[in-house]
């Protein structure tokens, strides 16, 4: 079955440093990613989407992410977080023959100490 | 303003209780969904429409059944045999089951079985 695993389950950070958050995905076939995040009492909401083109895509709040087909991966970078990035980040992948459902990841919780 | 609203908030059942979890959205969108989120899972599917009448089961649908009689509402309904029902509920849409739109959430509804 496809699933996504996302590498962190809880990532601390201090303010200024720099975020790597890991995706992977396994389906060999044509796929659609997103970062998603659930800041803390609000619904989740669309960081950013790969459908085709460029690998690396850039989202809002200066986040980005590459995605690399050999490595069946999408990870999410910022070079430098904020208090305010302190959230839950999902992996999600659409699957092209799976009747448009959309598979998370389990989650990565990020704290960042001002 | 545009958007699904899930009601309630936060939902109290008895064991044996069943107990229905509304959603609507008036974003014209066709395929809704309903998610679970529980910590360190990620959001399971539980089960998915992409047009009126029609519905199918996700990856946990097991003691939840769920009603399209409308394009707006997107009713799911948390039987007693769900076994472990406590859990965070989202419902989501998109504007169509097979396109590349991102998911659409709502604010989630919580049920505690006491």
């Known amino acids: 079955a496809q699933s996504v695993s996302q590498h962190n389950h809880h990532v601390i950070l201090s303010e200024a440093a720099s975020l790597e958050l890991g995706c992977n995905y396994s389906?060999?076939?044509?796929?659609?990613l997103f970062w998603y995040v659930q800041y803390p009492g609000q619904h989740l909401q669309l960081l950013l989407k790969?459908?085709?083109?460029?690998?690396l895509v850039k989202g809002i709040k200066g986040f980005e992410a590459e995605f690399i087909k050999s490595k069946f991966s999408f990870n999410l970078r910022k070079p430098s977080v904020q208090w305010s990035d302190t959230a839950e980040y999902f992996c999600a992948v659409n699957v092209y023959n799976q009747g448009g459902k959309l598979i998370f990841g389990q989650g990565t919780e990020l704290s960042v100490k001002p | 303003d545009g958007g699904i609203t899930q009601s309630p908030k936060y939902l109290f059942r008895k064991e044996g209780q069943n107990v229905t979890l509304s959603c609507e959205q008036n974003?014209?969108?066709?395929?809704m969904y309903w998610y679970r989120q529980d910590p360190g899972q990620g959001l399971r599917l539980i089960y998915y429409s992409q047009i009126v009448n029609d519905f199918q089961k996700g990856d946990i649908a097991e003691g939840y059944s769920v009603s399209r009689e409308k394009k707006e509402s997107f009713p799911l309904t948390v039987t007693s045999a769900q076994k472990n029902p406590t859990a965070f509920y989202l419902c989501a849409s998109k504007f169509s089951l097979a396109g590349t739109g991102e998911l659409f959430f709502g604010e989630g509804s919580r049920l505690t079985v006491l």
């Open positions: 790969y459908f085709s083109g460029d690998p």
């Open positions: 974003l014209n969108h066709d395929a």
């Open positions: 389906y060999g076939g044509t796929v659609n």
